[in-house]
């Protein structure tokens, strides 16, 4: 049996050139067993063009840096085999973040400013001390915690997510899965009213549509539906009482 030849359709844009438009180019690749787009991207950028700029580090899903849009859907590129897709892909950068060039987006400023507007670490009055016996928490919460931690801040759910398209400063699903995390947390002393200050607003949960695209397209699995219910009925709780 042949191989295929695919038709890589990727975005260009060049930073040091800011005056010229954006553009796209068409590289044919001939396709080999058990191939990634990561791949793919790598035989293009050896033989073909030295320039491409796109991010990876791990190469397994883990770190988030590859994430794209792979014929208009968020996606991670090296979790993305080629045999499931036709001949002809497009690539594009992720919508939302800072566009750095080519397929490469600056994920890192929004999470970091995510992480800092939801106030992402234990709040408490006691004293931090060192010798102390860690504190215990039920097998329920730790896992809990768990399936929250296991974003790996790809900006998937982001990039696919009407509203934060449409609002900058819309937290979106990773910001508001951050809130559900310490909302879960028994050694977080904070109250629903004020978790209501940090996330009850237009730019917090009551600015999800319930398109639930992030649910879709998050690589790993997360239940962020459960997560965006969760944090809206406690919100919704605490916005009653304040009134």
Not at 82 to 108: A, Q, R
């Amino acid at each position: 049996m042949s191989k295929r030849q695919l038709h890589i359709q990727i975005f260009r844009y060049n930073l040091e050139t800011p005056t010229k438009q954006p553009w796209t180019e068409t590289f044919v690749i001939e396709e080999e067993m058990g191939m990634t787009l990561f791949i793919a991207l790598n035989k293009i950028r050896e033989e073909q063009d030295p320039s491409l700029s796109y991010d990876f580090v791990c190469r397994a899903g883990i770190c988030g840096s590859c994430g794209m849009l792979i014929n208009g859907k968020p996606a991670l590129a090296c979790k993305t085999l080629t045999k499931t897709l036709p001949t002809n892909i497009s690539l594009m950068p992720l919508p939302v973040f800072k566009l750095l060039g080519d397929l490469s987006v600056d994920t890192g400023t929004w999470f970091r400013d995510i992480s800092i507007r939801t106030e992402s670490w234990i709040h408490t009055e006691k004293e931090f001390d060192p010798v102390a016996i860690e504190e215990q928490m039920s097998n329920d919460e730790a896992l809990q915690i768990y399936e929250a931690e296991r974003c790996i801040e790809c900006g998937c759910c982001i990039g696919g997510c009407a509203t934060a398209n449409i609002k900058p400063d819309f937290i979106g699903a990773a910001g508001v899965n951050r809130v559900a995390r310490f909302m879960v947390d028994p050694r977080d002393e904070r109250t629903d009213q004020e978790y209501f200050d940090i996330v009850g607003s237009e730019d917090g949960i009551f600015g999800c549509i319930g398109l639930m695209a992030c649910d879709d397209n998050c690589p790993v699995g997360i239940p962020l539906q459960g997560q965006l219910a969760y944090v809206r009925r406690k919100m919704a709780v605490a916005g009653w009482k304040i009134k």
